[in-house]
């Protein structure tokens, strides 16, 4: 789909990629074992990295900070990158967790995109669990975003 999008010439698609085979990113050291990226969008020195799970199992909410600590030790061009991850989960405390999860002074996710949230809204609509309530205002507030509007915004700024 991404390729699709009018991005031009200058953005380039790499799926599951090794993070070495991308610029500005050192390899692994031998003994570790290699790290590979589902999707990357490189734009000049912008450069995003996309983690696409359809659900967000326990073990996997612990990968995605490994993985990020991964890319960022192996960054070697000194520039900030995305950490994008883009999803189909549905439970609130996981969404919630994706979306509030800090690394130093940021969010771990610059953007938490989700196939559909309206479906997440109207699941958790009447729910009133502080882990709903989190959800919704995620979603109001452009922090959980659907697909569509993620691929329209990448598709702008080209």
């Not at 953005?11 to 589902?38: A, C, I």
């Not at 919704?136 to 697909?147: A, E």
Request: net charge positive.
């Amino acid at each position: 789909m991404i390729r699709r999008l009018p991005l031009g010439d200058s953005v380039q698609v790499r799926t599951r990629v090794v993070l070495h085979e991308l610029s500005g990113f050192h390899p692994s050291v031998p003994t570790e074992k290699v790290k590979k990226v589902d999707l990357a969008l490189i734009a000049g020195h912008a450069r995003t990295l996309v983690t696409a799970k359809w659900s967000i199992r326990a073990d996997r909410e612990e990968q995605f900070m490994s993985d990020f600590q991964a890319y960022e030790r192996l960054e070697s061009a000194g520039q900030d990158f995305g950490y994008v991850l883009i999803t189909n989960e549905f439970d609130a405390a996981r969404l919630r967790a994706a979306c509030e999860k800090p690394r130093q002074n940021a969010p771990l996710f610059t953007h938490v995109v989700h196939i559909n949230p309206a479906a997440v809204e109207v699941v958790y609509r009447e729910a009133d669990s502080e882990g709903a309530s989190a959800v919704r205002t995620h979603i109001v507030n452009g922090r959980l975003m659907s697909l569509q509007s993620r691929l329209e915004s990448a598709g702008a700024n080209r």
